[in-house]
């Protein structure tokens, strides 16, 4: 079951957004409804389920309703329409106080502006939550310390944020949003405001902890590489709806529409793309192949090079003609003697810009007489 | 009740006059919101004067022992921690030192005790200042309904003359000093009504935010977050607040306050502008030891700034 699914969900910001629902969901587009009614469209028919243990991320330019969506699950804003389940039971009908409790025990925030108090220092920030909950001084600061530990900032427990960096401020933020042990970790453009290099970090940090932790993240971003980075599934928003949703390869190598392509553009695609997608099948052949029945099969092929595998299919080296064709006539019987040098090998799951370090670092085996 | 049946006689009165409404002002239209206000208070008098009498016992009381203890105090002990309060609140300890010796100065005058009487007069209507201002300014930053209406009226407070405080206040506390400390409490109460309510309505939208996203309850918020954060503005509000209690000290004296005020009301009468001179003096002394303490630990309470 997912942990968190999303049926219909629309917010519509006004005075009488059930009226405007009506029409919104006769399908007036979202510029019209503003200029007819006054009314804003945050969201139209969001539809979408975040398994456990899952990073999904949302992305969109501003005004697309990403940070409305993150809202509408914590309640800091009301949905107009729609159904929010958490674990199976529907958010947006909880009574104020079991809202409370949700937010408490099941949900942790991080803003982009990191948000923090600023007349609290360290310790006191990350153990709001606990705090908030009613947990014992004693228990709540030991709690804090451990995770203050975590994200790195040993020794600062009594700084105060304004005393901190921005990269320093958003580990606080981290911490206070873990420290309750939340299921579901809400990041709202939780690095956007940090500078390129620290944001990097930050993201290598996520990355670090949900190793760990396998929380269930929503992360809200505008950056198509972060959001490709840190995603097991993107959502991408425009203008309130939702245009597609998938892993970061569909999003890149099978966009919808021009308008996710546009996003593409500027990706770093060898950071997204892995192996896998540019594998071609090999037709490998087996050790055991004598050097002239080899040299045969690589000519039909039109191939001056081949992968030689054991008889598991287990991959032992690579060929050239030009070394099958001495093995021939040295008079052996299997290709053994024929092997280069163990070629660089990837996973499947490496990244190409890993690939392509590899390929630089070392010169490719003698392509033979061809 | 008798203002409605008053209301429908002024209506009688003011349709049969209605032939001459071009020529002159008509008479039988004029409101007699004096004689209803009057009539009122006299009322409010006849029928609560006890509670007056109990509210005017309790302030009379502490005042006197507030000022009984001032008084008993050494006044180099006096000065001593007056001083030692200003150092702590601004940091400054030549600041410190100068307004200690300012107060010398001013006993040196003869109006030490004067002095004193002022203070605790004081002390005592800003404590009822922010003991009221406080709550009122937190309804208003949390309930729109509250904001709309309070809103008006402190405008109307804030232009309405201030000797015009003065009358209602001898009518239920008789002259004298509780009549003064009532004056000035609600000549002082605005500004700490209103800057309570800016402050915490400019605490930063998003830290609120977090602290609600972490489920926090609305008086968590409040006392956990926002009221912290809004303390320098709530500071400033004592400040303005403790700066129009000293001017409205000085009118009160014209009901009996006594202290400072009354030593110029005195010099008034007689012409005699030294007289008027030293205590005027005095107050301003009076006035820049409480502005400096009060905006000194509103600047030590302000964490936006980053240090500390």
Not at chain 1, 240 to 249: A, K, S, Y
Not at chain 1, 307 to 320: A, E, I, S
Not at chain 2, 147 to 173: C, E, H, K
């Amino acid at each position: 079951m997912a942990k968190i699914e999303v049926r219909n969900l629309y917010k519509i910001f006004g005075p009488r957004p059930h009226e405007v629902l009506l029409q919104v969901r006769d399908g007036v587009s979202k510029d019209e409804i503003l200029a007819k009614t006054g009314h804003t469209v945050g969201l139209d028919d969001i539809s979408l389920s975040v398994e456990q243990g899952e990073t999904f991320v949302v992305m969109g330019l501003s005004g697309s309703g990403k940070s409305t969506f993150v809202r509408c699950v914590n309640r800091l804003i009301e949905a107009t329409a729609g159904e929010i389940l958490f674990d199976g039971s529907d958010v947006l009908k909880l009574s104020k106080t079991d809202v409370k409790q949700l937010r408490r025990e099941k949900l942790g925030m991080v803003f982009q502006s990191f948000a923090l108090f600023p007349h609290r220092n360290v310790v006191h920030n990350v153990a709001y939550g606990l705090q908030v909950q009613g947990v014992p001084r004693e228990e709540r600061h030991q709690r804090a310390q451990r995770w203050i530990d975590v994200v790195g900032l040993t020794g600062y427990e009594h700084a105060r944020p304004g005393q901190l960096s921005g990269g320093m401020q958003q580990r606080v933020g981290l911490a206070r949003a873990l420290c309750t042990d939340p299921e579901v970790l809400l990041m709202d453009e939780a690095f956007s405001a940090l500078d390129p290099l620290i944001r990097r970090e930050m993201q290598d940090e996520l990355i670090r902890l949900q190793q760990e932790l396998h929380k269930t993240i929503i992360f809200i971003t505008h950056d198509l590489d972060e959001a490709l980075r840190l995603g097991d599934r993107v959502a991408i928003l425009k203008d309130g709806r939702l245009v597609q949703i998938g892993t970061p390869v569909e999003i890149i190598t099978n966009p919808v529409d021009g308008y996710v392509e546009a996003f593409g553009r500027d990706v770093n695609r060898t950071r997204v793309l892995t192996a896998q997608a540019i594998m071609d099948r090999a037709t490998p052949i087996p050790v055991s192949t004598s050097p002239r029945q080899a040299m045969n099969s690589m000519h039909e092929l039109h191939q001056g090079i081949d992968y030689v595998v054991d008889g598991n299919r287990r991959y032992l080296g690579v060929v050239t003609t030009e070394a099958v064709a001495a093995a021939a006539s040295r008079g052996d019987t299997n290709l053994a003697g024929a092997l280069a040098e163990s070629a660089p090998t990837a996973a499947p799951n490496d990244v190409l810009e890993n690939l392509l370090a590899l390929i630089g670092s070392q010169p490719p085996p003698d392509r033979g007489a061809r | 009740m008798n203002v409605f049946s008053q209301l429908g006689t002024w209506f009688q009165e003011c349709s049969a006059s209605l032939g001459s409404v071009f020529s002159t002002f008509p008479e039988g239209c004029q409101i007699p919101l004096k004689e209803w206000t009057n009539d009122g208070l006299k009322s409010l008098v006849r029928n609560y004067g006890s509670i007056f009498d109990v509210v005017n016992d309790q302030i009379l009381f502490i005042l006197r022992r507030l000022e009984g203890a001032l008084l008993a105090l050494p006044w180099w002990l006096v000065i001593l921690a007056i001083g030692v309060v200003a150092w702590h609140a601004s940091g400054k300890r030549g600041l410190a030192v100068g307004l200690a010796l300012s107060l010398v100065v001013i006993g040196m005058f003869g109006l030490w005790e004067d002095t004193v009487r002022t203070l605790a007069i004081m002390l005592i209507a800003t404590t009822l200042t922010v003991m009221v201002g406080l709550p009122i300014g937190i309804l208003m930053a949390t309930i729109r309904a509250v904001r709309a209406t309070v809103n008006p009226i402190l405008d109307g407070m804030q232009t309405m003359p201030s000797f015009v405080y003065l009358i209602p206040m001898v009518f239920f506390f008789g002259l004298g000093n509780v009549a003064a400390i009532f004056a000035i409490f609600i000549y002082a109460v605005p500004p700490m009504i209103r800057l309570t309510n800016l402050g915490l309505r400019l605490v930063d939208k998003q830290v609120v935010e977090a602290a609600e996203a972490f489920g926090a309850s609305t008086v968590q918020v409040l006392w956990g977050v926002r009221l912290p954060l809004a303390m320098p503005t709530i500071m400033a509000g004592v400040n303005q607040s403790i700066m129009m209690a000293l001017a409205m000290a000085v009118i009160a004296s014209m009901i009996g306050a006594r202290g400072l005020g009354a030593e110029v009301l005195r010099g008034v009468n007689n012409g005699n502008v030294g007289q008027g001179l030293e205590a005027g003096l005095a107050i301003v002394v009076l006035a820049v030891i409480l502005d400096r303490v009060t905006a000194g630990y509103g600047r030590r309470l302000d964490y936006s700034t980053g240090s500390s």
